[in-house]
């Protein structure tokens, strides 16, 4: 059930045009049939909570709407702000989902929370669902030993940005990297090891790259890196920022561990394929010319 706080800071997403509602008290029968079917054909996150606003637009006076979990991280706002906020808990037997924060000129009548509260009843099941979901499908595409996405968000990602270079004359690079003799690692100092050093690599490789950056563990002691939008300048700086993190990191420096990077920047008439194998070969010859 939703529990109501009086806020003032506003996290809003979506404006609706406002057409002064019926004052009823309770929605009728056929109000909540066609509700439950209209938040029911999607499952999705954000197309769930777009087509409540639109429901929720029809009976209540709010200039904007916003939605913000903390567990997903999912954030519903754009810079409108209003006089009066009201902030809704949503939960599902004791389970947290979330809050919607209503933006409004003036403050909402009885009825209108009266209705608030039947919506939201039929919003949170729904909701519960869609966020179940997503959830699972964050997890798919993680790699549970460096929490960096993994081999199929890679492959996911590099079609989107492939994508999008074809249809916008957007740039992209791949870089690749994998530690220099990793066997030795786990040979010498067992395999527990051998994974907090591939923990530790990911972190250095987080914090290396931009927030428009994607980084990826495809396995092993394997990872790659998509930039976008990317430029040959843009690119070296983020190689060398990665290489001088390496050589100023403790504990890499203390077990002599080092690493090479490819790189591959796309071009027109450049396949996936081709990009990713471009930038393995610049991997193995920056390898070559290291020893």
């Not at 000129?105 to 209108?112: S, Y």
């Not at 870089?175 to 923990?199: E, M, S, W």
């Not at 980084?215 to 690119?235: K, N, V």
Request: glycine share 4%.
């Amino acid at each position: 059930m939703d529990n109501l706080s009086i806020i003032n800071t506003p996290k809003i997403h979506t404006n609706y045009g406002f057409t002064a509602p019926k004052r009823q008290q309770k929605l009728t029968s056929s109000q909540t049939i066609a509700t439950l079917k209209k938040l029911q054909t999607s499952l999705d996150v954000d197309s769930l909570l777009h087509n409540f606003a639109a429901i929720a637009a029809q009976h209540v006076r709010f200039t904007a709407l916003s939605f913000t979990d903390e567990v997903n991280h999912i954030h519903l706002k754009t810079d409108c702000t209003a006089t009066f906020q009201q902030n809704y808990h949503l939960s599902v037997e004791g389970k947290d989902l979330g809050s919607l924060l209503y933006s409004s000129v003036k403050p909402l009548k009885i009825n209108e929370l009266s209705i608030l509260k039947d919506l939201h009843q039929l919003l949170e099941t729904n909701l519960m669902h869609a966020l179940m979901l997503q959830e699972m499908q964050i997890r798919i595409m993680k790699d549970h030993l460096t929490g960096l996405d993994n081999r199929a968000s890679f492959d996911e990602n590099i079609q989107r940005s492939y994508s999008l270079c074809q249809r916008h004359k957007s740039n992209m690079a791949l870089l690749v990297t994998d530690l220099d003799d990793f066997k030795r690692v786990n040979d010498t100092y067992g395999h527990p090891f051998g994974d907090k050093i591939l923990k530790h690599y990911a972190h250095v490789l987080q914090r290396s790259i931009r927030n428009s950056d994607v980084a990826f563990r495809l396995g092993g002691d394997e990872f790659a890196i998509i930039l976008q939008p990317a430029s040959a300048q843009s690119t070296r700086l983020v190689i060398d920022r990665i290489d001088s993190e390496i050589k100023n990191d403790a504990l890499l420096s203390e077990f002599n561990i080092t690493s090479a990077i490819g790189s591959a920047t796309w071009r027109a008439g450049e396949t996936i394929e081709s990009l990713f194998k471009l930038a393995d070969e610049d991997l193995y010859n920056n390898k070559f010319n290291n020893k």
